[in-house]
Structures are given as structure tokens and as C-alpha cells.
């Protein structure tokens, strides 16, 4: 079992910028792949970035550049630095992790963009 619990969310300007971070209840270095997940109202949950351990970070194309996902391996913790956010990145916020085959979602955070 893993759980996960995200924080950092809120309001913030177009232009700001909010770090989320995501504590996992087990190792990370145990975890097969961590990741963020969005969804906005009457939308899709969809990724946003991506890590697998020992692998390749991915990206969706509308946030490359502007957000950083980085593992934090001594505090078991995910991290998204999120830049030059844009009304369009409102939405709740999901960590996400598969442990062998299993996955296993945070409770999300919600984050607003608006001026």
C-alpha cells in the first residue's frame, strides 16, 4: 500500500507560480513510477508530468518548460514547481504512484488561476 498526500494548491495570478509537493508513505526509491494528474470541471483527469524511476520524465507539451517534477528521495516527496501559470492550469491536482502493479492516487489540491 502507498499513500500519498498532496499540498501546496491555491489561488494564485496569472504569471505566478505555486510549488506542489506530494509525500508518500513508503520509500520512493521502492515506488515503480510517480507522477501529477489534472482535472479540470467537466474535463478528463490528464497527465501532467511524469517520472519513472531510473527513466525518462515526460511532460504534457502544454507545460513543458514552465513546469519541473523532481523527487526528493531523503523525504519520500514529489515535488512540481509550476511557473508563468495560465487560467488554463486551473484544476485539482492528483499525485500518482504505481507500486508493482498497483496505482495509487492522492486525495488532490485544487489550483486557481485568475486574477
Known amino acids: 500500500q502507498v499513500q500519498l498526500v498532496e499540498s501546496g494548491g491555491g489561488l494564485v495570478q496569472p504569471g505566478g507560480s505555486l510549488k506542489l509537493s506530494c509525500a508518500a508513505s513508503?520509500?520512493?526509491?521502492?515506488?515503480?513510477?510517480m507522477g501529477w494528474y489534472r482535472q479540470a470541471p467537466g474535463k478528463q483527469r490528464e497527465l501532467v508530468a511524469f517520472?519513472?524511476?531510473?527513466?525518462?520524465?515526460t511532460y504534457r507539451d502544454s507545460v513543458k518548460d514552465r513546469f519541473t517534477i523532481s523527487r526528493a528521495n531523503a523525504e519520500n516527496t514529489v515535488y512540481l514547481q509550476m511557473n508563468s501559470l495560465k487560467p488554463e492550469d486551473t484544476a485539482v491536482y492528483y499525485c500518482?504512484?504505481?507500486?508493482?502493479?498497483?496505482?495509487?492516487w492522492g486525495q488532490g489540491t485544487q489550483v486557481t488561476v485568475s486574477s
Open positions: 517520472t519513472p524511476n531510473g527513466g525518462s520524465t
Open positions: 500518482y504512484a504505481r507500486w508493482f502493479d498497483t496505482d495509487y
Open positions: 513508503r520509500s520512493i526509491f521502492s515506488i515503480n513510477a
